[in-house]
């Protein structure tokens, strides 16, 4: 069959914009490692608390995400709204998925960047004294010394609240022990470390389940890859909205490349549930790493695979669908009722507003009918949750 110009013109858009076959993006990873980081993922003992593993916020039917606005870790049951239900630590921030996580050239971390290494040196709350060159190595380390995250809210637990390198690596070094002294787990992982059990630390923990990171969420081929190399059809309505993201939407301004994220910061104004990471309703995202006034209120762009499954959207989880959250990039004073706000709150919205009115995608028109081409395309981003082999 042959080819339409509309099919063309998005073919090379995508081309244009960075995007490659998956395998490109493919990390090196060792086999060993992976299959003991699985049960570390899957482990308690991460948790001071042994409460909470990184499995329980990161699940397959959502997207490797947990379904909820904000994360719920320590001393969660369930999940999904289950889980909101159980006296657990409620997060900031959504939480993201793991799609392509420590892949070639990702190297940005956390909806704020805290852990970045796209000048090529790892930038981290831990300074000059970072255990590790690999960006996905050293965010494996933080996790567990996040109070509601992993720790929970206890008087067992009050010391860690100066929250400084040294409490972290008291953190660490209990992890440690406890998987040393579980032989399940410390066999094989001093085996794939090339260590006694004895001799292994948090590092080697870490190193393990950034492995299985790298092999279980590498990125998988999706219908738009086919389309663009297996010329696999598209459906009318996934070809409209492809043309609209690379085209008159502006998204690809943002979400480029094999990733669909730039992975740098972008303002927009979303809502904030709850408590934010500067206090209730207020979150200043890479601001709080960088001090730099220009990065109040910007957040990393979120990769897209598996969008679909991952609702609800945004750094606060306030935009229940992808239709909200694109409404929201492009008209967000249709989403925010200013009537019902303090002026204090008000004020707030107006800085965000400001900042946002700087980025690359400011104020485009987008009909209801254009949003849901635009959802339609975003489902052909999807690949199934069978890991790639």
């Not at 870790?73 to 889980?83: C, F, L, P």
């Amino acid at each position: 069959m042959a080819e339409t110009m509309r099919e063309a013109v998005l073919r090379k858009a995508a081309l244009e914009n960075g995007l490659r076959p998956v395998e490109e993006s493919w990390p090196e990873f060792e086999p060993e490692k992976a299959e003991v980081g699985k049960l570390l993922f899957e482990s308690e003992l991460l948790s001071l608390t042994r409460n909470v593993s990184c499995r329980n916020c990161h699940l397959d039917e959502f997207g490797s995400a947990d379904g909820l606005p904000l994360g719920h870790g320590a001393g969660g049951v369930g999940k999904g709204a289950e889980r909101m239900k159980s006296p657990a630590g409620v997060l900031s921030r959504n939480t993201l998925a793991l799609w392509g996580r420590g892949g070639v050239g990702f190297d940005v971390f956390f909806w704020d960047g805290r852990v970045d290494a796209s000048s090529g040196d790892v930038r981290s709350q831990f300074g000059t004294m970072a255990p590790s060159d690999d960006p996905l190595v050293v965010t494996v380390h933080l996790p567990p010394v996040e109070f509601r995250e992993m720790i929970g809210e206890s008087d067992a637990t009050e010391w860690l609240r100066q929250g400084d390198v040294g409490a972290a690596a008291r953190v660490h070094t209990e992890i440690a022990r406890r998987i040393r002294e579980t032989p399940e787990i410390a066999e094989p992982l001093a085996v794939a470390s090339g260590l006694e059990v004895g001799d292994l630390t948090y590092l080697q923990i870490a190193q393990a389940i950034s492995a299985f990171i790298r092999s279980e969420f590498r990125l998988r081929e999706t219908r738009f890859h086919r389309f663009i190399f297996e010329d696999e059809p598209l459906t009318d309505r996934e070809l409209a909205g492809g043309l609209l993201f690379y085209g008159r939407g502006q998204c690809a301004a943002c979400h480029t490349g094999t990733y669909f994220s730039d992975l740098e910061f972008h303002a927009i104004p979303f809502g904030q549930f709850g408590f934010g990471f500067n206090g209730f309703g207020i979150d200043y995202g890479r601001y709080n790493f960088t001090q730099d006034p220009q990065d109040r209120y910007a957040f990393r762009t979120p990769p897209l695979y598996n969008v679909a499954k991952t609702a609800p959207y945004s750094h606060s989880g306030v935009e229940p669908d992808l239709a909200a959250a694109i409404r929201a990039h492009v008209d967000p004073l249709a989403e925010i009722d200013t009537s019902s706000l303090s002026a204090l709150d008000r004020a707030e919205v107006y800085q965000k507003i400001a900042r946002w009115s700087l980025e690359p995608s400011y104020a485009v028109e987008l009909s209801d009918s254009e949003i849901a081409e635009l959802v339609a395309f975003l489902a052909a981003l999807e690949f199934d949750p069978e890991p790639a082999r």
